[in-house]
């Protein structure tokens, strides 16, 4: 067994429990009355970490039920952590939201230094008594995104590593000049980054009310027009490695989520790397990176982008791609909701495919759906990889 298996085991057996009590009390002997813990998600990067999240109960000395959010993860990190080992794996355990490498999440999860925050930012909330938070994503030990609600007003809070923070500070000064995405409000804190809600709805919410027939849709060439408004100068920041670029590793995540669909995703990760290895794309452009429909906004006729963190240098056919993928498994995640969905994606695709090279788009496509099994429930992922190999298929 692969030494993330044993963990990926032991992190989601019924030892787990075990382990967590002891970090909770600092003594392995003691046992809480009603202990109880529940596996809420798993996050893992081949390679490097298994992260896993728990909810755990039990009775406290005034009789009522306490519950807790606990941490636990593979990774070496160091503060307010209960460092366990059992069978040679070396565990860290900490109770949300002291994240270990986001200092800032702490704070910016508390609902008054949120209100202080703001209210120091933006005047028309110094009378504001009171702040509603959410926490809408929480990758461990990477990133969190809260919306902070204020007489009425959403603003959404980006928490990461500190440093990391200026790079997205970078992006969104130079998309918010070019009226791409709304204006940083404030850095409130080391790795904390607040802005004002866009205006508009994002294009998920306008897909479901266009297939009710309460919106219109943006055409295809709206959504191209988005892209090439990105400023030319994104191409000089740093990059990222897109989906393609990052195969073997995404196939290594789907081969974890579906051991025994191993032999499948090797060959739709050998077909698309055949494919790419061709050169079929076009020339470096200025990317927004993460390209879907959640991440475009509709305010009228006027298209933005939210989720900025990866723009900069990179092939408009992974843009392109990402679109495509993402709106190929909504049908799945809820066929009620999504009924006409194949024929905008047939629509897109179709008009996509006359901007770069059919056949390259196909098969970046097939990567970001093999992207996307990774963390999915067992049959979405076994239907996305069945995508996967439609569109590995419609590329060779």
């Known amino acids: 067994m692969s030494a993330f298996a044993e963990e990926t085991e032991l992190l989601t057996s019924t ?16 046992v809480l009355p009603g202990f109880a813990a529940q596996l809420d998600d798993l996050h893992y990067r081949p390679g490097a970490e298994v992260t896993a999240m728990y909810t755990v109960s039990f009775q406290a ?30 565990l860290r355990v900490w109770r949300h939201p002291a994240d270990p490498r986001l200092p800032g999440l702490a704070p910016a999860c508390d609902p008054a230094t949120v209100l202080g925050w703001l209210s ?49 500070a970078t992006r969104q000064d130079l998309l918010a000049g070019s009226d791409l995405t709304a204006p940083l409000l404030a850095r409130p804190a080391p790795g904390v980054l607040i802005s004002p809600s866009i205006a508009g709805r994002s294009l998920a919410h306008r ?6 027939g309460r919106a219109n849709l943006p055409a295809p060439r709206e959504l191209i027009g988005l892209l090439d408004r990105l400023p030319p100068a994104a191409v000089a920041l740093p990059g990222r490695a897109s989906w393609s670029q990052n195969i073997d590793f995404h196939a290594a995540t789907a081969r974890q989520q579906l051991p025994a669909d191993a032999a499948r995703i090797d060959a739709a990760a050998a077909g698309i790397a055949d494919v790419l290895g061709q050169g079929r794309h076009g020339p470096i452009v200025a990317t927004h990176g993460d390209f879907y429909e959640a991440n475009i ?13 990866s723009v900069g240098p990179g092939l ?12 190929a498994v909504l049908p799945s995640l809820d066929p009620g909701a999504y009924p006409r969905i194949p024929e905008v994606l047939d629509a897109w ?12 788009l196909r098969a970046r496509t097939a990567g970001v759906l093999l992207s996307l099994i990774s963390g999915a429930e067992p049959d979405q992922a076994v239907r996305r990889l069945e995508i996967a190999e439609h569109y590995v298929a419609l590329a060779l």
């Open 15 to 30: 030892e787990a429990a075990g382990l967590l009590q002891a970090a909770l009390t600092g003594d392995p002997e003691v």
């Open 297 to 309: 906004f509709v305010d009228g006729s006027t298209l933005r982008f939210i989720d900025i963190d």
């Open 349 to 360: 695709q179709h008009a996509f495919e006359q901007q770069v090279d059919a056949r390259d």
């Open 207 to 212: 897909l479901v009310e266009w297939q009710h």
């Open 316 to 327: 408009r056919e992974d843009d392109l791609a990402c679109c495509l993928a993402h709106l």
């Open 120 to 168: 120091g930012a933006e005047p028309r909330l110094r009378n504001a008594r009171a702040l509603h938070l959410e926490l809408l994503a929480y990758r461990p030990l990477r990133r969190a995104v809260l919306r902070a609600t204020a007489d009425g007003e959403d603003f959404y809070l980006k928490v990461m590593r500190p440093g990391y923070d200026d790079r997205l």
């Open 61 to 90: 000395q005034d009789g009522n039920t306490a519950t807790e959010c606990l941490l636990a993860t593979t990774a070496d990190v160091s503060g307010q952590v209960a460092t366990l080992s059992r069978a040679g794996i070396t």
